[in-house]
């Protein structure tokens, strides 16, 4: 995109501006998932890979509740209740379903332990920023730009894609450490605060429209003005 742009123009400029997401802080002490899917349910984000995930631990853990969350096309689904149960995790998995809105949906991800996302195609994936928002501790597989939320510290925990057993031990040794899990979602949860709630997108727009405006005269300047005035008064 940003070559073909560059083509058209020479002088275009390309800036990196986070949306802010708000999401409602759920009081949900009670963790009664132990492992979540929730996006769309498809290969691809990596469904079967969670299935099979979930077919390990259950070896060991017999009476692990898991759920999958999202739409689902009939045919699809039944190739994952086969797989499940080939797999021996038939009655550990509940398929959730589609929910009509995003606070039912939030509801039941705050009161999942894990949220294993095996995806195998993805750049910064939302539902990521949404677990750590709904403080839901996130395994994930190495994919786009995934790796990229842990540059400055450790918030999510990643194995290289396709490695779905090292997915499963992961999981089974954060599910056995609820300190270590409970470290690991707080500094998400500070990390998703810093970044993508309202105060630094609304700051990075600023220095963004200050950047654009540059030298093209006194009204633009007032106009930024304007809008800080604005933004601090909200």
């Given at each position: 995109?940003?070559?073909?742009?560059?083509?058209?123009?020479?002088k275009?400029?390309?800036?990196w501006?986070r949306?802010?997401?708000?999401i409602?802080?759920?009081?949900?002490?009670?963790?009664?998932?132990?492992?979540?899917?929730?996006?769309?349910?498809?290969?691809?984000?990596?469904?079967?890979?969670?299935?099979?995930?979930i077919?390990?631990?259950?070896?060991?853990?017999?009476?692990?509740?898991?759920?999958?969350?999202?739409?689902?096309?009939?045919?699809?689904?039944?190739?994952?209740?086969?797989?499940?149960?080939?797999?021996?995790?038939?009655?550990?998995?509940?398929?959730?379903?589609?929910?009509?809105?995003?606070?039912?949906?939030?509801?039941?991800?705050?009161?999942?332990?894990?949220?294993?996302?095996?995806?195998?195609?993805?750049?910064?994936?939302?539902?990521?920023?949404?677990?750590?928002?709904?403080?839901?501790?996130?395994?994930?597989?190495?994919?786009?730009?995934?790796?990229?939320?842990?540059?400055?510290?450790?918030?999510?925990?990643?194995?290289?894609?396709?490695?779905?057993?090292?997915?499963?031990?992961?999981a089974?040794?954060?599910?056995?450490?609820?300190?270590?899990?409970?470290?690991?979602?707080?500094?998400a949860?500070?990390?998703?605060?810093?970044?993508?709630g309202f105060?630094?997108?609304?700051?990075?727009?600023?220095?963004?429209?200050?950047?654009?405006?540059?030298?093209?005269g006194?009204?633009?300047?007032?106009?930024?003005?304007?809008?800080e005035?604005?933004?601090s008064?909200?």
């Amino acid at each position: 995109m940003i070559d073909e742009i560059s083509r058209l123009n020479s002088k275009a400029k390309f800036f990196w501006h986070r949306i802010p997401i708000n999401i409602p802080v759920y009081e949900n002490g009670k963790k009664n998932i132990d492992i979540i899917y929730f996006g769309r349910v498809t290969r691809q984000k990596g469904a079967e890979d969670f299935i099979k995930v979930i077919g390990i631990i259950v070896k060991k853990y017999p009476g692990i509740k898991a759920g999958i969350a999202g739409p689902i096309d009939n045919y699809y689904k039944k190739h994952l209740l086969n797989l499940a149960a080939k797999n021996g995790c038939l009655k550990n998995i509940t398929f959730l379903g589609f929910f009509p809105t995003q606070l039912q949906l939030h509801k039941i991800i705050s009161g999942a332990k894990i949220y294993l996302f095996p995806t195998y195609n993805d750049t910064i994936p939302g539902t990521i920023v949404e677990a750590m928002f709904l403080r839901v501790m996130i395994i994930t597989y190495q994919t786009g730009g995934i790796p990229d939320f842990n540059d400055s510290e450790k918030i999510v925990e990643i194995v290289p894609q396709g490695d779905f057993e090292k997915l499963a031990e992961r999981a089974i040794e954060f599910l056995e450490d609820d300190v270590r899990r409970e470290e690991m979602m707080s500094k998400a949860y500070e990390y998703v605060l810093n970044n993508y709630g309202f105060e630094r997108p609304i700051t990075e727009l600023v220095n963004i429209y200050k950047e654009i405006a540059g030298n093209n005269g006194k009204t633009a300047s007032q106009k930024i003005k304007q809008f800080e005035t604005k933004v601090s008064l909200n």
